[in-house]
């Protein structure tokens, strides 16, 4: 097993409120060009940002529930 930079967070991401933009890139399978698009670009609001270097952490049951709402997704 290959080891693992940094730290991991040991409870599994279906079971977590926020996630990364990059995390939650993963958990959907939408590119994380994507999902910076619907964070910074507006029409998705429900995300915090924390510490000095603004570090985006996005609600993900929230985002679950735009994706389904949206319907379709432009690329």
């Given at each position: 097993?290959?080891?693992?930079?940094?730290?991991?967070?040991?409870?599994?991401?279906?079971?977590?409120?926020?996630?990364?933009q990059r995390e939650?890139?993963?958990y959907t399978g939408?590119?994380?060009?994507?999902?910076?698009?619907?964070?910074?670009?507006?029409?998705?609001?429900?995300?915090?940002?924390?510490?000095?270097?603004?570090?985006?952490?996005?609600?993900?049951?929230?985002?679950?529930?735009?994706?389904?709402?949206?319907?379709?997704?432009?690329?």
């Amino acid at each position: 097993m290959a080891k693992q930079k940094g730290w991991t967070n040991s409870i599994p991401v279906q079971e977590r409120t926020f996630l990364t933009q990059r995390e939650l890139s993963r958990y959907t399978g939408i590119s994380y060009d994507l999902v910076r698009k619907y964070v910074k670009g507006g029409e998705f609001e429900d995300y915090i940002t924390v510490g000095k270097q603004n570090k985006v952490m996005v609600d993900r049951i929230a985002f679950e529930n735009f994706l389904k709402a949206k319907k379709h997704i432009e690329k």
